[in-house]
């Protein structure tokens, strides 16, 4: 099944703490928690965006189980920046 969102909403997949415990950020406390994976996004009406990005976004999120996983829904509006390994 292949879940596209609708309007400008993406669906974000929140990082654990071990995946994001590099001891290098200089990113404040509050905002290391607000790290994820993009796993839901209409790629089609925005390019720059892709399935697998890392993201950092705000905290105007919408928590919902879609998938057996909790997905982090908001507007594109809300990522801050992407996370360019």
Do not use: C, H
């Amino acid at each position: 099944m292949k879940i596209k969102m609708l309007n400008n909403k993406v669906g974000v997949e929140k990082l654990t703490k071990s995946e994001n415990s590099d001891s290098s950020m200089w990113v404040k406390p509050e905002i290391v928690n607000n790290l994820g994976i993009i796993k839901f996004v209409n790629e089609d009406e925005y390019k720059n965006l892709k399935v697998g990005m890392k993201v950092y976004f705000g905290r105007d999120v919408q928590e919902v189980k879609m998938k057996d996983s909790l997905i982090q829904v908001m507007s594109v509006d809300n990522l801050i920046a992407i996370v360019e390994d």
